[in-house]
């Protein structure tokens, strides 16, 4: 089997869905077989563009199902898109594997097209080549999705004041990786689609927790302070994440295997979690818990943004940094016992 029948065989066929946009029906569209893609985006909507490369031993393991790997690479880029509050159109697909296992590649497309349709999310392109010997696998996405013109959530867009909210549980992904146990959320992983397409109405600000809140709560706060040219912190109330966490390290604090703020201070630093971390103003708290329950989905409001002046006022010195945990008196915790950042990409 050549390249071009790998693509026929595995990608063409299986790119058509039943309810894909119908811009792609148009006459005008080109997609798999041409050099490029080609398609005329809805009037009235903004085009959102994300792009993600998954390694073999650095995000799944050979080991892993196929099935899982299909779906989380599509599962990533998702959530890029949900961040933005944007509704995923169509994707492209690059792969890097050493030969041509047909039952391991059906069964990968399974995954993965299994998810293009649940959010009807077409294949327009990509590439494949052949890799060296004993050379990691890699796959590259490109997904695009469309948002009401200027309408897009940013992470820059925080204000003071705002509540800082979390989707969904955080913790076990990484203890998954660590403690070598099946984790659903770490393998087949869940874009909050529908919660972010809903945050469009009311959020400031977004971003989607892949390499750990502590690590991804730091960008909105940079790119915050640059736009409002001001530092901005957030009051984070540290206990606040218990009720974030995931099911393996509740236990563990259930059967005193780790104390409460042990399980918190992993939560908090853990990856692979693609939940979503957003901020609005405290008038939308009756909307946002409402939200919770017809999304039947947990969202957790964890702390608020403040100045840097407000900080000093309230608690009598200078603050270097971005985010203040506080302890269950309203207290910034000791600096020693601060929760490590999350996953570091160099």
Request: aromatic share 10%.
């Amino acid at each position: 089997m050549n390249e071009f029948d790998l693509i026929e065989t595995f990608f063409r066929e299986k790119s058509r869905l039943t309810n894909s946009n119908k811009i792609f029906k148009n006459k005008s569209f080109i997609g798999i077989g041409d050099d490029a893609s080609v398609f005329s985006p809805p009037k009235g909507f903004d085009l959102v563009v994300s792009s993600d490369l998954l390694i073999e031993g650095t995000h799944f393991r050979r080991d892993h199902t196929p099935e899982s790997i299909g779906h989380k690479v599509l599962a990533v880029n998702l959530s890029d898109i949900a961040a933005m509050g944007a509704e995923p159109l169509c994707f492209t697909l690059s792969i890097s594997i050493q030969s041509i296992d047909e039952a391991w590649l059906c069964k990968f497309c399974d995954g993965i097209f299994d998810l293009a349709n649940e959010f009807s999310c077409k294949l327009i392109g990509g590439d494949t080549v052949r890799s060296k010997e004993n050379a990691p696998m890699f796959f590259g996405v490109t997904v695009i999705g469309i948002v009401p013109s200027g309408k897009a959530l940013k992470r820059k867009s925080m204000e003071l004041n705002d509540d800082i909210w979390v989707s969904g549980s955080l913790g076990d992904p990484t203890e998954a990786l660590k403690n070598n146990f099946f984790c659903k959320k770490l393998f087949t992983p869940q874009p909050r689609l529908a919660l972010g397409k809903e945050l469009l109405d009311f959020a400031n600000s977004a971003i989607d927790i892949s390499d750990g809140l502590s690590s991804d709560l730091l960008h909105l706060l940079g790119e915050s302070s640059k736009n409002l040219k001001r530092k901005v912190i957030a009051t984070i109330d540290f206990l606040s994440i218990a009720s974030c966490l995931g099911p393996y390290l509740f236990s563990c604090y259930l059967k005193n295997k780790l104390t409460l703020n042990e399980c918190c201070s992993l939560a908090v630093a853990s990856g692979d979690e693609y939940e979503l971390c957003f901020s609005a103003r405290k008038e939308f708290r009756k909307t946002i818990k409402s939200l919770s329950a017809d999304l039947d989905l947990p969202l957790t409001r964890i702390g608020e943004v403040i100045s840097e002046k407000e900080s000093k006022e309230i608690f009598g010195f200078n603050i270097k940094q971005n985010i203040i945990w506080l302890d269950s008196k309203g207290l910034p915790i000791d600096l020693k016992n601060y929760p490590s950042s999350g996953f570091s990409h160099f």
